[in-house]
């Protein structure tokens, strides 16, 4: 099957104004004709040059003619917006919705983490480690809630996990503010959750803090948040003790987190708590999570549908400026060109 053999047209009904320059043309009033003078002139021989001219000037309108019927019904055509769908695509779909909260406050500056051999701020560890995690995750729609002071949506619930993993990447540290909105972030989670009808929905909360900021209270979210099935799982993440090299400092602080109330918001929504001391346990961290949240493998199939009014626009759009160069062409072909006299020296 070829490819005019599957286009549609959105708006066929367009069609109908193709014969409406016929229309004008029969039936509109024509512009008044005004009739001049003739030159008399004794010698025509020398004006039977431009004969021949006149046969290329005729031939030139009617190429307009031409450009312009085919400019019209490509405009038309566009107008009428085509379509056709590609082939069928399989994409493995699981109806979970996971949402992952990240904590961006001033503390997640902090550098008591390693990765690899070197020191690492908590952040570039979490977005490392959480871009892993969104990869293994294929037919899950994944949003992302980012908060400080406030909360609020980085990404929407989407199958596009690459979008996913680049504002994650583009995450900037204390762009919400330097304090913890935990409450905040969960009772953004659940509108956001609770609005899909599907009955598997997660929230991954990862904080390094306590509940310093907004107006809702982190275990009174976590009640709402269990009554919509909605399952939340905690990471605390930052070293005990802070980073350390030969015994001195490195700047770093104690994680200040309150595990307590991070504790208590999984147990209410059936979820769990995870402590991260090191990038190696958030690794395994996510995998654990990823055994509790299993994947599918179900697939959907998908055909990607193409615009192709593109096409025919740029047609009418070459064919008019086509139209406008020989116009310009014609113009000048018209023009009477003055005789060269001979005057004797």
Not at 75 to 94: G, H, I, K, M, W
Not at 191 to 220: F, H
Not at 286 to 303: H, V
Request: glycine letters at 6%.
């Amino acid at each position: 099957m070829s490819v005019f053999e599957t286009i549609s047209w959105v708006f066929p009904w367009a069609f109908l104004v193709l014969p409406l320059p016929v229309f004008v043309y029969f039936f509109a009033p024509a512009a008044p004709i005004v009739r001049s003078r003739a030159l008399r002139i004794p010698d025509a021989d020398f004006y039977k040059a431009y004969a021949g001219e006149h046969q290329v000037a005729s031939a030139k309108y009617w190429l307009r003619i031409v450009l312009l019927t085919v400019a019209w019904v490509a405009l038309v055509a566009s107008v009428a917006r085509p379509q056709n769908f590609s082939e069928s695509l399989s994409v493995p779909v699981t109806g979970r919705d996971l949402l992952l909260g990240i904590d961006i406050s001033g503390s997640m500056r902090e550098t008591d983490l390693y990765s690899g051999n070197r020191p690492a701020t908590r952040m570039a560890v979490v977005k490392q480690l959480a871009q892993d995690f969104v990869d293994r995750r294929g037919g899950d729609r994944i949003g992302l809630i980012m908060f400080g002071s406030q909360a609020y949506v980085q990404t929407p619930l989407t199958y596009d996990h690459e979008t996913v993993q680049h504002f994650l990447s583009e995450a900037t540290i204390g762009l919400a503010g330097r304090s913890t909105a935990i409450g905040d972030a969960i009772g953004l989670g659940v509108k956001r959750l609770r609005e899909r009808p599907d009955a598997s929905r997660v929230l991954i909360l990862l904080t390094d803090g306590a509940n310093s900021a907004g107006v809702v209270d982190p275990l009174e979210a976590a009640q709402v948040a269990a009554s919509s099935d909605i399952r939340i799982h905690t990471i605390g993440v930052g070293s005990d003790q802070g980073a350390n090299v030969f015994g001195r400092a490195m700047g770093t602080r104690r994680s200040e987190l309150d595990e307590a109330t991070l504790q208590a918001i999984s147990d209410a929504t059936g979820g769990q708590y995870f402590r991260a001391r090191s990038s190696q346990e958030l690794a395994s961290i996510y995998a654990t999570i990823d055994e509790l949240e299993p994947t599918e493998q179900d697939e959907q199939q998908f055909r990607p549908l193409n615009e192709l009014f593109a096409w025919p626009l740029s047609i009418a759009l070459l064919c008019s400026f086509l139209w406008a160069l020989s116009g310009m062409a014609l113009v000048s072909s018209a023009q009477p060109k003055r005789p060269v006299e001979n005057h004797p020296a």
